[in-house]
């Protein structure tokens, strides 16, 4: 049996009308993926299933370090009570071995190995008195027992080392390199912009101190997931990517704040993006600034990272730096802030294929720079004209009426065709 024809046709129907309206390009969302390296410098990894554990206790003095302060502490307040422990059993064991705990069974002629040191607690006391060098008087030795004075060698040995582990730590914590790279910042976010007729990659750092790092560096580097032509997925893939303070010196006068400017040339890991690509990929620039502190001589070592979503397309930095009164100003309240700039949105690839769009980028950039000064010029004149007629009411009247005649007044312009009219008119 034949199936029975509709009666609209099959060209106006509804899944005709649709498959018929043009539809807009669908890009693919990028996949939320964790960062490697968070914006405070710290890194997104998590260690798993170690099962050699006993490399750590190898090196002890590191891992106090790097544990946190409450464990630090914790092990510090435990180390001392226990040695203390320990010593005070040994002055107990050495007092009960003499006989200076039978009060009522010695003799009268009788000397003591560590004079009033009658209980448990006692020799508590004693062995925190030797340790920490502190002597109250009651409680001392004597050379009846060659013994003791061996033991009394031997606390004293474990009491320096252990000061000076405990001590070394300590301070080690509280000089970490990390703690000066608080005073280093990071722009929130980078921007891409033509500079110099390329197209290139900036970011600004910055010092807050005025003691300065020296023989400073940047490095950059473009994270991201990549998968050989031998099928070989390699998760994280670190490209690094050359700057032009690179290439010009190996180190950086970080006296004031800084753009650090990447070139994007054939051999950047960003040439083939454009501005639409780049919001779909999941690349990751990381920035590492390292160098040594003036004031301690510690290298330290500061890190952020950009994902696409913080790397502003067609935006450049604002100035900061300013001179006044013969100083050289830095506000930071601005640290930040972009500003728009003309930018195609091609790639560098497609730019270097076809110069004609950076010609034309750069006569924008060049009428849009000429605008605003001609903006600035005139917001100068009407404010020198409000302050100078605000000096008088008059003055000020017939300035204005003076300016109005001004715009009032009109100039006509002849061409040639209008001359021969009016001569022809004239013969």
Known sequence: MLARKSIIPEEFALPGLVSRVPRKPVFRDRVNKARFIAKNGSCNLAHKNIREQGRFLQDVFTTLVDLKWRFTLVIFTTTFVSSWLLFAMVWWLVAFAHGDLNQEQRNATQSYCVTEVKSFTSAFLFSIEVQVTIGFGGRMMTDQCPIAIAFLILQNIAGLIINAVMLGCIFMKTAQSNRRAETLIFSRHAVIAVRNNHLCFMIRIGDLRKSMIIGATVRLQVVRKTTTPEGEVIPIHQIDVQTESAVASNS??????????????????????????????????????????????????????????????????????TEE???????????????KVSTPLCSAKELDETPSILIQTIQKNELSHQNSLRKRNSMRRNNSMRKGGGGGGGGGGSLRRNNSGL?????QFYTPTDASKNLNAVT
Not at 325 to 339: A, H, R, T
């Open 252 to 321: 950086l006068f970080l006296l004031a704040p800084l753009i650090i400017c990447h070139v994007i040339d054939k051999n950047s890991p960003l040439y083939d993006l454009s501005a639409m690509e780049l919001q779909c990929s999941d690349l990751e620039v990381i920035v590492i600034l390292e160098g040594v502190v003036e004031t301690t001589g510690i290298t330290t070592q500061a890190r952020t990272s950009y994902i696409s979503e913080e790397i502003q397309w067609g935006h450049r930095f604002v100035p900061i730096v």
């Open 325 to 339: 009164e013969g100083v050289y100003s830095v506000d930071y309240s601005k640290f930040g802030n972009l500003v």
């Open 407 to 411: 715009a009032a007044a009109k100039v």
